[in-house]
């Protein structure tokens, strides 16, 4: 049933140029011949499917409208008896969904949908919790023997809290031909400012050179633009003496437990003191290049190259005392935190 589709449409020399050209392509005549008759035949199929009593919703719409027209018919000898039977002609089927009736109606909100959708929440900061960690690591535990001397060095800290207040406790010292040349221990406070930065103040306790002393002191460490670990405390200790003390660290991974780690740390006094061989101004800086292997990620075994040098008059009082100003030596040691 339907008109006959249009006979094949030709292919002429420019097709045949196109197609190799990347593939062929219809004539806008060919396709507009094309789409003439899809039109046409899809226009016969649904005026066939429209005059089909039993097809689909237009036989059912024109089946129900007869069924109604007999009721109304009957409506002037039975009264309400046709209008029963039209209902019941159709009883079978459910009532059509509306805007404001839907199938299946959405059940109102309760006091307890409202609660699990918005929980009360117990902390104001979601990186405050109550939970307390311990955390130690030995950054530098190192050795190194050169012409002058054998010696050892160590540099430690740790801490025990939450993210936000913790308790810190660090340690650095070296000691050289036997003898202890410098050791402290600082004990701090530390609480987070920032998602990067914690502010330090406590107590530090130096062991030597020289006869102990004590300080108090306040600082900030933290993680710096480009990844640069920082940390910069200021101290202030007994007669009226003041002291500056600064690291800048950074780790480059050239692989996944290849890691080299620049280091830089300097300290600056207010006043001399030159029965522990400090004079006022910059006293020392040192440089370190360290290339660690992390046999694990607790435990990396390194060798580097440290440099060391005192200024002003800090390296004059060396000179007196018989040492020199400044040192270059290979370390080796380890690193681990647990």
């Known amino acids: 049933m339907g008109l006959p589709l249009p006979p094949a449409l030709p292919h002429g020399s420019r097709d045949d140029a196109r197609s190799e050209r990347g593939g062929r392509r219809m004539s806008a005549r060919h396709c507009r011949q094309l789409a003439l008759a899809v039109a046409m035949t899809t226009a016969v199929a649904g005026q066939a499917w429209a005059q089909d009593p039993h097809s689909g919703h237009a036989g059912h719409a ?41 199938a299946s109606p959405i059940p109102a909100l309760t006091d307890a949908d409202r609660a699990a959708a918005f929980p009360v929440l117990r902390n104001h900061h979601a990186h405050d919790t109550p939970e307390t960690n311990g955390y ?8 190194w023997d050169t012409d002058h001397g054998s010696g050892q060095a160590w540099e430690a800290q740790g801490w025990y809290g939450g993210d936000i207040h913790r308790l810190w406790l660090r340690s650095e010292g070296e000691r050289s031909g036997g003898t202890t040349e410098a050791a402290n221990l600082e004990l701090l406070y530390g609480r987070s400012v920032s998602p990067w930065w914690d502010v330090v103040a406590g107590l530090r306790h130096d062991f030597a050179p020289g006869r102990s002393q004590d300080w108090v002191g306040i600082g900030v460490q933290g993680l710096a633009p480009y990844l640069f670990e920082v940390s910069a405390t200021a101290w202030l200790g007994e007669s009226g003496r003041s002291m500056l003390a600064m690291e800048v660290e950074y780790e480059l991974l050239l692989t996944n437990r290849l890691i080299l780690q620049p280091r830089f740390e300097a300290s600056v006094h207010g006043k001399a003191d030159p029965a522990r061989g400090t004079g006022s101004g910059l006293s020392t800086a040192e440089a370190g290049l360290r290339l660690r292997y992390e046999v694990t ?20 009082l060396r000179r007196e005392a018989g040492e020199s100003g400044r040192d270059t030596h290979l370390v080796a040691g380890f690193r681990f935190w647990f």
Not at 63 to 81: M, P, R
Not at 136 to 143: I, N, P, Y
């Open 62 to 102: 024109q089946h129900a409208a007869q069924d109604d027209h007999a009721g109304h018919v009957s409506h002037a000898d039975h009264g309400s008896h046709g209008s029963n039977d039209d209902h019941g002609a159709h009883g079978n089927h459910p009532a059509a969904a509306t805007a404001g009736n839907p």
């Open 136 to 143: 130690l690591l030995f950054d530098r535990l190192e050795v």
């Open 297 to 316: 990620r607790q435990f990396a075994p390194y060798l580097g190259l440290v440099h060391e040098r005192a200024f002003g008059d800090t390296a004059d």
